[in-house]
Nanobody, 120 residues
Framework: QVQLVESGGGLVQPGGSLRLSCAAS????????MGWYRQGPGKQRELVAV???????NIADSVKGRFTISRDSAKNTVYLQMNSLKTEDPAVYYC??????????????WGQGTQVTVAS
């Protein structure tokens, strides 16, 4: 099983910054992609940003230019640097990791979520 531990959420003023971290642990053969999704009140979960093992990234238009995703493969950790936070960014942010387990079966794991609040 793969466990994800998220950290870094909290309260920030508009225009402020936060950095989310997500560390994956457990029995894995390989990780394909690591990313972040968010779900605001009354909204569906949506992709924020994802980075593949090859370093390719996909970032939502709504956060492009403000958020940056990076990955430390040696630590199986993904980061989301969020700058210029806006009042439309508050949500529960979820880490997602997918890849292959030791049995070569695919896995798709979710973190418990971390709350991001933007308020003055």
């Amino acid at each position: 099983q793969v466990q994800l531990v998220e950290s870094g959420g909290g309260l920030v003023q508009p225009g402020g910054s936060l950095r989310l971290s997500c560390a994956a642990s457990g029995t894995m053969f390989s990780i394909n992609a690591m990313g972040w999704y968010r779900q605001g009140p009354g909204k569906q979960r949506e992709l924020v940003a994802v980075v593949t093992s090859g370093g390719s990234t996909n970032i939502a238009d709504s956060v492009k230019g403000r958020f940056t995703i990076s990955r430390d493969s040696a630590k199986n950790t993904v980061y989301l640097q969020m700058n210029s936070l806006k009042t439309e960014d508050p949500a529960v942010y979820y880490c997602n990791v997918n890849g292959l387990g030791l049995s070569r079966r695919g896995f798709n794991s979710w973190g418990q979520g971390t709350q991001v609040t933007v308020a003055s």
